[in-house]
């Protein structure tokens, strides 16, 4: 069995500032662990994903994400915060099989 | 990289009619694919999952007789929401994957029912 929960359902930053979106899994099998952009009525964008190897991966946009294994997190974090991140967030987890199990999203909004 | 395209990518419909949503793979060929439903500001919620010519492998508490999915090509699943009612306005994503690689998704299909 997997979940996955993501503290902050709204975070919200300044143009500049840090964006950090928290993440945590349980997971019964070797975890591999994705972020997703969702902006309005549309479908998802992967921003990075984990599977093995390198626990630090980078994804587009200038987005990051550590796999700690020994706090099972894959928090997401960008250094510096444009407009158009503005959007919807999604930490999902997987084993091997890519059958996905969703967070509950964390709304990110970007103040000028 | 893989596309995945959902159509339509909205639609209307009557209360007590049948709404299909197609979901295709463009440019591979998708052994697998899967139905998520979004409610508003609610996270993706698997509905099925699907592999090409066998049968869908439903989620508990989806309604096989209500969301019929057939994954009858290598690049093609349909989800047929059949006598629609209000409560079944919602965004329905699909995503397609192949032989156990990453899945891609395609932008999604927002039926509202009147």
């Known amino acids: 069995a997997q979940s996955v929960t993501q503290l902050g359902s709204h975070v919200s930053v300044s143009e500049g500032a840090l964006v950090l979106l928290r993440c945590n899994y349980s997971s019964s099998v070797p975890p591999y662990l994705f972020w997703y952009v969702q902006y309005p009525n549309q479908g998802l964008q992967l921003l990075l994903k984990?599977?093995?190897?390198?626990?630090l991966v980078k994804g587009i946009n200038g987005f990051e994400a550590e796999f700690k294994k020994s706090e099972t997190s894959f928090h997401l974090t960008k250094p510096s915060a444009h407009m158009s991140d503005a959007a919807e967030y999604f930490c999902?987890?997987?084993?091997?099989?890519?059958?996905?199990?969703f967070g509950k999203g964390t709304l990110l909004t970007v103040n000028p | 990289g893989a596309v995945v395209s959902q159509h339509p990518s909205r639609v209307i419909c009557k209360s007590g009619t049948s709404v299909k949503i197609e979901c295709r793979s463009l440019?591979?060929?998708?052994?697998?694919m899967f139905w998520y439903r979004q409610f508003p500001k609610k996270s993706l919620m698997l509905m099925a999952t699907?592999?090409?010519?066998?049968?869908?492998?439903?989620e508990q508490g989806v309604e096989k007789d209500k969301f019929l999915i057939n994954h009858a090509s290598l690049t093609l699943s349909t989800l047929t929401v059949t006598s629609a009612h209000p409560e079944d306005s919602s965004f329905y994503i699909c995503?397609?994957?192949?032989?156990?690689?990453?899945?891609?998704f395609g932008q999604g299909t927002r039926l509202t029912v009147v």
């Open positions: 440019d591979f060929q998708a052994t697998t």
């Open positions: 995503s397609a994957s192949q032989a156990n690689t990453e899945a891609f």
């Open positions: 699907s592999n090409e010519g066998s049968k869908a492998t439903y």
């Open positions: 999902a987890v997987s084993g091997s099989n890519y059958k996905l199990t």
């Open positions: 984990y599977t093995t190897g390198a626990t």
